[in-house]
């Protein structure tokens, strides 16, 4: 079946550490997004890449960076520059120029 | 830029009640809009969308939303809840002016639903 797959499920760390955070998608779509999930804030947009070799900064993308080497893969690194990083993570990813997003499971960091 | 209010963070409907879920949005270009639904500890699924065309929409599970410009709003409703619609559903719009074959999407700050038996 075709999808999203993100790793870990759930992540701990200690304050100070970079992470990162995996996202692999087998439905052949161009576009990639990580999003920030907290309660009652809704998803903020971190980065987004339309196309391999390249990305933007999404609305909260400081402290976080991306990669985007092949088209199957857009894994976000939780810097030690991000001062509130405890939260769900979520990435999707989108060939519809309508904007379906797809989503995968999230993954559920928690900086101690 | 765009952006997406929903009007009621908690809803509590009894089990064969109206569900009824508040989206309304601002946009500088004619919007697409989309429900999505998430359970607990999942990732967001597609209810419905609005892109063009009729302004009543119907998505999965029984839901359906209208679009109505001269109120820039995108409800959600759905004639009868049933326990399994308990979850958190957002509403977002999509950023057609940023160019490219792909959109950002823009979400409200989501609504959780309750269905009391």
């Known amino acids: 079946d075709g999808g999203i797959t993100q790793s870990p499920k759930y992540l701990f760390r200690k304050e100070g550490q970079n992470v990162t955070l995996s996202c692999e998608q087998n439905?052949?779509?161009?576009?990639m997004y990580w999003y920030r999930q907290d309660p009652g804030q809704g998803l903020r947009l971190i980065y987004y890449?339309?196309?391999?070799?390249?990305?933007q900064k999404g609305d909260i993308a400081e402290g976080y960076s991306v990669s985007r080497e092949k088209k199957e893969s857009f894994p976000l690194t939780v810097t030690s520059a991000q001062k509130n990083p405890t939260a769900f993570y979520l990435c999707a990813s989108s060939i519809d120029i309508e904007g379906i997003l797809h989503f995968g499971n999230g993954t559920r960091l928690t900086v101690t | 830029a765009q952006s997406v209010t929903q009007l009621g963070s908690h809803v509590s409907v009894s089990e064969g009640a109206l569900v009824l879920l508040r989206c309304n949005y601002s946009s500088s270009v004619p919007p697409y809009l989309f429900w999505y639904v998430q359970y607990p500890n999942q990732g967001l699924q597609l209810l419905l969308k609005?892109?063009?065309?009729?302004?009543l929409v119907k998505g999965i599970n029984g839901f359906e939303a209208e679009f109505k410009k001269s109120e820039t709003s995108f409800h959600l409703t759905k004639p009868s809840a049933h326990m399994s619609d308990a979850a958190e559903y957002f509403c977002a719009v999509s950023d057609r002016a940023s160019g490219g074959s792909n959109y950002k999407l823009t979400f409200g700050k989501g609504t959780l639903l309750t269905v009391n038996p």
């Open positions: 609005y892109t063009t065309g009729a302004t």
């Open positions: 439905l052949n779509h161009d576009a």
């Open positions: 890449s339309q196309i391999v070799n390249d990305f």
